[in-house]
């Protein structure tokens, strides 16, 4: 059992990094995108943008707490 607690660990960090890697990539080409068709709204967007990233961040940030539970087996 103690050998997955690690594949575990090891799953939950790679998958959140991963998936977060992707939606932030995302959600950046949207947010140029609507900037560059409408400079005049580029504040608001970009504000919406780092709030969005910092949510996605949080979540990244919670899957590695989570796999370093498993890894001590808390």
Same mark, same amino acid.
């Given at each position: &059992?103690?050998?997955?607690?690690?594949?575990g660990?090891?799953?939950?960090?790679?998958?959140a990094?991963?998936?977060?890697g992707?939606? !932030?990539?995302?959600?950046?080409r949207?947010a &140029?995108?609507?900037?560059?068709? !409408?400079?005049?709204?580029?504040?608001?967007?970009?504000?919406t943008?780092?709030?969005?990233?910092?949510? &996605?961040?949080?979540?990244?940030?919670f899957?590695f707490?989570?796999?370093?539970?498993?890894?001590?087996?808390i």
């Amino acid at each position: &059992m103690n050998g997955l607690a690690y594949v575990g660990a090891a799953l939950a960090v790679g998958l959140a990094a991963l998936g977060s890697g992707i939606g !932030q990539g995302f959600a950046t080409r949207g947010a &140029m995108e609507g900037i560059a068709r !409408q400079p005049e709204a580029s504040g608001d967007i970009r504000t919406t943008l780092i709030l969005a990233l910092a949510f &996605m961040e949080a979540l990244t940030l919670f899957s590695f707490v989570i796999s370093i539970l498993l890894w001590t087996k808390i």
